[in-house]
């Protein structure tokens, strides 16, 4: 059974940079996305981007820029790195398994397994 | 870009039947996939692809989609279904980015 267990700093004071990191137990680390989706108090899932074994990266253009995502293949891991953080950055950050599969025209993605959660909380 | 369009709350009777909609142009390329998720805890996966179910999910959770909208049908809800639940698909121009709905509330009577 895929596990996944993260870990980073809680709170920050503005300027600062986020950094998390997602350990994958349990499964094999190759032939998925792995993703970074925060959720601010009270809001709704917002994704922040995702990273394959290769190191390859897509991000949300929404963000500001200054997310950095990276990859340990030798330890199964992946971080995710928000530089300059603000008040508007206080959420809880999840990390998550991604697959994306097609069928004929049509694709199918989803996230299966998600960490714990880390709350994290930008505050002078 | 694409968006996903949810209704931001809806009520069902104990043992009745519910959908929650989710609309979006991706739809008719990304199947959507369903998230629930309680207070305080992370998302959990409740249906993927062709109405697809992780193990673990009881089989009163079904999804359909018929165009550019994908339901999630709770049939007979019960009280712990009560919670958030999340559509998501990717934006079906560019490079193809994960998105999310807004979420629909869910309460059961």
């Known amino acids: 059974q895929v596990q996944l267990q993260q870990w980073g700093a809680g709170l920050l004071k503005p300027s600062e940079t986020l950094s998390l990191t997602c350990a994958v137990y349990?499964?094999?680390?190759?032939?998925?996305?792995w993703s970074w989706v925060r959720q601010p108090p009270g809001k709704g899932l917002e994704w922040i981007g995702e990273?394959?074994?290769?190191?390859?990266?897509n991000y949300n253009p929404s963000l500001k820029s200054g997310v950095t995502m990276s990859v340990d293949t030798s330890k199964n891991q992946f971080s995710l790195s928000l530089s300059s953080v603000t008040a508007a950055d206080t959420a809880v950050y999840y990390c998550?398994?991604?697959?994306?599969?097609?069928?004929?025209?049509?694709?199918?993605?989803?996230?299966?397994?998600w960490g714990q959660g880390t709350t994290v909380t930008v505050s002078s | 870009s694409s968006e996903l369009t949810q209704d931001p709350a809806v009520s069902v009777a104990l043992g009745q039947t519910v959908r929650i909609t989710c609309q979006g142009d991706?739809?008719?390329?990304?199947?959507a996939s369903w998230y629930q998720q309680k207070p305080g805890q992370a998302p959990v996966l409740v249906i993927h692809?062709?109405?697809k179910r992780p193990s673990g999910i009881p089989d009163r959770f079904s999804g359909s989609t018929s165009g550019n909208t994908a339901s999630l049908t709770i049939t007979g809800a019960q009280a712990e279904d009560e919670a958030d639940y999340y559509c998501?698909?990717?934006?079906?121009?560019?490079?193809?980015?994960?998105?999310f709905g807004g979420g629909t509330k869910l309460t059961v009577l």
């Open positions: 998550a398994r991604g697959t994306v599969t097609t069928w004929g025209f049509f694709y199918f993605q989803y996230m299966d397994v």
């Open positions: 349990g499964g094999s680390f190759s032939g998925y996305s």
């Open positions: 990273i394959n074994q290769s190191g390859s990266t």
């Open positions: 991706s739809l008719g390329t990304y199947y």
């Open positions: 692809g062709l109405n």
């Open positions: 998501s698909s990717r934006d079906s121009s560019g490079i193809h980015l994960v998105i």
